[in-house]
């Protein structure tokens, strides 16, 4: 059998992880559905799913529970499968505050989001890669269970330009207007196009290369792939596959009976209305919805178009929508033919079966208020029960299985021996309070002089506090005592939360602080030592699973240890204490045995976030590094002519290369001030 997956690394599977590898595998081939591979953290867990889907040989989608944590792992599936398909697909909002109204005040929140238009390409990339290859795993949040377009509209509507076809400007242009991309006279972005003489320019929804089809007649003569930064014409391919900009898409054929199916829906529920005698309900949503219905009619789009995705998609009232999930391959049967993996199950789990309620809660009364049809209430993510349905076979992954994991599991690996000899942190468990006689002074000001400590070491520390606000303030208060600290929590930007991380372990700070979001997956191989403040405070934050996912953070560095501020140890952390000291003796026990010499994790520091930044701003950067020369010898002269280089770009209509110049411009003239 031809492998499509293969994993290419340096290691081999060591510890417990080959005995952990085939007990996975065994499972799955004797037919179980659900397997859970109970692996102690820095045990290399996803070193170990890595091996399973080599093995396993199907398409695969790993969901983690946050942003953060899934662009970290698809970073290591792509160290692991160079050679296939890993994409990242994720909410694409950097900011978003759904659609609701209040009764009780009567407000109305519009709908405002901030899409992030990297990401947005990263999902369309994504969903093409499924449609395409069969060599795809896809690391996504728990967003791929919420509503998406149809897979069978979304690859009906893609279109084959070759050369040589018959197909004149005008025609392709139509084309492109059809399946959503945007004419533009400025700069390409991904989903845009320009015509421009004899030739027209695309920029895929998926990538940031620029296509020129050059037309002789009413024939394709080329095809130029070209560099949108350098103009250099990469490739010349014969074909090129172009799929809509946008993934919730109809024929124009259907487009006039799906608008009569949504007014049908309005006179029916315009007639309920009636009977309650809700006038101004009825008005607030025959206005909303013809203007809608207008703008679908004239441009087949709406703001919102979503909500009638039922009437596009051709379901029935209360039938589950499309997700990301129907994107994957499924047997001549229905069901499916891919693999799925829950990373930190013991979280991830209990969030997906959360989605569902809390979108309805606040759809019903959009509805009742005339806000919405009631098929808006079928834009909705999966019912805990549809997504059990939609996945199998599925691996669960946690250091702390959940108990919905191991009631489902039949085969439970267990992987605690890490392959580097790694033995779980050393806890101290002292005082919150301080001492009158100032023998002892208090949690805050002994976290301080422990980091002071590791810091001059050159170690990295964590300190772990109950609410964003404390997390902020510490970070404050220890940059006043002169250390490098930044704070991370959950309204912090995606991109720069992976950013922070990544500087965390450069070492551009030194002192991390945070609260719940530090907790699980988070693989930090330069931290040493972490101190959870008031871990006595009893709570979902402070529970043996989450204690003893903070301690586990210190499991990959050869000096790593915990301290437990507390004034009382409670039963959560003597049970994660007791737990962490069996994984210890297990550990030691095999260190002794085979002659381990524990040695510190190294990971190379990069992250999904290189990928997420901008080509422009990427552009920018290498033209000022590969004009250093230049710019030591004579930094005058080499300005002068970038904006002679500039003024030409301009004059021949290339505003891409006139903005690269013009950025690179500004950061030679910031350096030589």
């Known amino acids: 059998m031809t492998k499509h997956f293969q994993v290419v690394s340096n290691y081999k599977p060591a510890g417990d992880q080959p005995r952990a590898i085939n007990e996975i595998v065994e499972a799955f081939g004797r037919g179980e559905e659900d397997v859970t591979l109970l692996g102690a953290t820095g045990t290399g867990k996803t070193f170990t799913v890595a091996n399973v889907i080599e093995e396993i040989q199907k398409p695969t989608l790993v969901i983690a529970h946050n942003k953060t944590l899934a662009a970290q792992l698809a970073q290591e599936y792509r160290e692991f499968f160079p050679n296939n398909a890993v994409h990242y697909f994720v909410s694409y909002y950097d900011y978003y505050q759904p659609e609701a109204y209040m009764p009780v005040s009567d407000t109305y929140i519009e709908k405002e989001a901030m899409i992030n238009e990297e990401i947005e390409r990263l999902r369309h990339a994504s969903t093409q890669a499924l449609l395409t290859r069969n060599d795809v795993i896809i690391v996504a949040s728990v967003s791929c269970i919420y509503g998406l377009g149809s897979p069978e509209e979304y690859e009906k509507k893609n279109f084959r330009v070759d050369i040589g076809a018959k197909i004149s400007r005008g025609e392709l242009v139509r084309h492109l207007i059809d399946v959503y991309f945007s004419r533009t006279n400025a700069d390409l972005t991904p989903g845009t196009f320009r015509a421009l003489g004899n030739s027209v320019e695309i920029m895929p929804v998926n990538e940031r290369s620029i296509y020129r089809f050059k037309l002789l007649g009413s024939s394709i003569s080329s095809i130029e792939k070209i560099d949108a930064t350098t103009r250099e014409i990469i490739e010349t391919p014969e074909t090129l596959f172009i799929f809509p900009a946008k993934h919730f898409v109809t024929e124009k054929d259907k487009l006039d009976k799906i608008i009569s199916k949504i007014e049908e829906e309005l006179k029916t529920r315009v007639k309920d209305l009636e009977k309650e005698g809700k006038v101004l309900e009825i008005e607030r949503l025959k206005r909303r919805t013809k203007h809608d219905l207008a703008l679908i009619k004239e441009i087949g789009y709406c703001n919102g178009i979503e909500n009638y995705?039922?009437?596009?998609?051709?379901?029935?009232?209360?039938?589950?929508?499309?997700?990301?999930?129907?994107?994957?391959?499924?047997?001549?049967?229905?069901?499916?033919?891919?693999?799925?993996?829950?990373?930190?199950?013991?979280?991830?789990?209990?969030?997906?079966?959360?989605?569902?309620?809390?979108?309805?809660?606040?759809?019903?009364?959009?509805?009742?208020?005339?806000?919405?049809?009631?098929?808006?209430?079928?834009?909705?993510?999966?019912?805990?029960?549809?997504?059990?349905?939609?996945?199998?076979?599925?691996?669960?992954?946690?250091?702390?299985?959940?108990?919905?994991?191991?009631?489902?599991?039949?085969?439970?690996?267990?992987?605690?021996?890490?392959?580097?000899?790694?033995?779980?942190?050393?806890?101290?468990?002292?005082?919150?309070?301080?001492?009158?006689?100032?023998?002892?002074?208090?949690?805050?000001?002994?976290?301080?002089?422990?980091?002071?400590?590791?810091?001059?070491?050159?170690?990295?520390?964590?300190?772990?506090?109950?609410?964003?606000?404390?997390?902020?303030?510490?970070?404050?208060?220890?940059?006043?005592?002169?250390?490098?600290?930044?704070?991370?929590?959950?309204?912090?930007?995606?991109?720069?939360?992976?950013?922070?991380?990544?500087?965390?372990?450069?070492?551009?700070?030194?002192?991390?602080?945070?609260?719940?979001?530090?907790?699980?997956?988070?693989?930090?191989?330069?931290?040493?030592?972490?101190?959870?403040?008031?871990?006595?405070?009893?709570?979902?934050?402070?529970?043996?699973?989450?204690?003893?996912?903070?301690?586990?953070?210190?499991?990959?560095?050869?000096?790593?240890?915990?301290?437990?501020?507390?004034?009382?140890?409670?039963?959560?952390?003597?049970?994660?204490?007791?737990e962490t000291d069996r994984r210890r003796e297990i550990q030691l026990a095999f260190n002794k045995e085979h002659g381990i010499t524990p040695k510190t994790i190294e990971k190379n520091i990069h992250d999904i976030a290189e990928t997420m930044r901008s080509e422009h701003d990427k552009a920018v950067e290498k033209l000022v590094e590969l004009d250093r020369t230049e710019f030591n010898k004579n930094p005058r002269a080499l300005i002068k002519e970038k904006r002679r280089r500039m003024d030409e770009a301009v004059k021949d209509l290339d505003f891409e290369t006139a903005a690269i110049l013009r950025d690179e411009i500004y950061a030679l003239e910031k350096e030589m001030k």
């Open 309 to 578: 995705s039922r009437h596009f998609t051709g379901r029935n009232e209360g039938e589950p929508p499309n997700t990301l999930l129907s994107y994957f391959p499924h047997k001549e049967d229905g069901t499916p033919d891919f693999m799925t993996v829950v990373d930190e199950s013991h979280v991830t789990i209990p969030q997906i079966g959360g989605m569902y309620g809390g979108d309805r809660s606040r759809k019903e009364t959009l509805v009742e208020y005339g806000f919405r049809l009631p098929s808006a209430k079928d834009n909705r993510p999966l019912k805990f029960d549809e997504f059990e349905k939609r996945v199998n076979p599925v691996l669960y992954v946690s250091a702390t299985p959940g108990p919905y994991e191991r009631e489902r599991s039949t085969t439970i690996a267990e992987q605690v021996i890490r392959p580097t000899g790694l033995v779980d942190p050393k806890i101290d468990v002292r005082a919150v309070t301080g001492t009158s006689d100032e023998e002892y002074p208090g949690q805050i000001k002994d976290f301080i002089n422990e980091a002071e400590a590791a810091i001059e070491k050159g170690e990295r520390v964590i300190a772990t506090t109950l609410t964003k606000k404390m997390a902020e303030d510490l970070s404050e208060y220890l940059k006043e005592r002169g250390l490098k600290s930044e704070y991370l929590h959950s309204e912090i930007k995606t991109i720069d939360r992976i950013d922070t991380i990544t500087n965390f372990r450069r070492g551009e700070f030194d002192v991390l602080v945070g609260v719940n979001l530090l907790r699980e997956g988070l693989d930090l191989p330069e931290l040493a030592l972490i101190g959870i403040l008031d871990a006595d405070k009893e709570g979902f934050l402070r529970s043996q699973t989450s204690l003893l996912q903070i301690i586990g953070r210190a499991a990959r560095n050869v000096n790593g240890r915990v301290i437990l501020y507390a004034d009382r140890v409670t039963e959560s952390m003597q049970k994660a204490i007791d």
